[in-house]
């Protein structure tokens, strides 16, 4: 798992309140898979689902924001226990703020992971702002954290336990499984 190494960052992200996820790139490698009937089939990664509840059980929340409407987010999102679930919503950051508006959670406690153009003013505008390694070379440049991992391979994991270990929770979240 890569730390946030940065000082001011792991300040930062001591604040967070809210986890933010993007699906297709994060929560999925990207990869759009159909069935002969013209049905799409999302894979998820089982990692990043017990990286989502660890962070509910450190008291932090946790929204999915996706540009795609997919019953199988919906799915998804209650199974993990996700708290906010936003579907097809291209401007992610007006639905950030919509979240914000209804909550107690601002940009300076949010953390946001997404892979591409449209999470861009999403990334930006929070305290901890993250891609993956395969990310758009834009979002890349302009994201102040990066996982080692890839979307759908353990990155969405990387991201929480990343957010439990600068706020000194990451110990304690795994003691429970000793």
Known sequence: MRKIDSQALRIQTSNITLAVFDVDGIMTDGS????????????????DGLGVKLLHDAGIETAIITGRRSSQVEIRAEALGVTYLRQGRDDKLDALKEIWESSEHSASTTAYIGDDLPDLSAIRAVALGATVPNAHPFVLKHANWC????????????FCEAILEAQGKLHSAYERFM
């Open 32 to 47: 759009l898979h159909f069935l002969p009937d013209g049905r799409e089939v999302k894979m998820f990664n089982t990692l």
């Open 147 to 158: 996982t080692e991992r890839t979307g759908g391979y353990g990155a969405a994991r990387e």
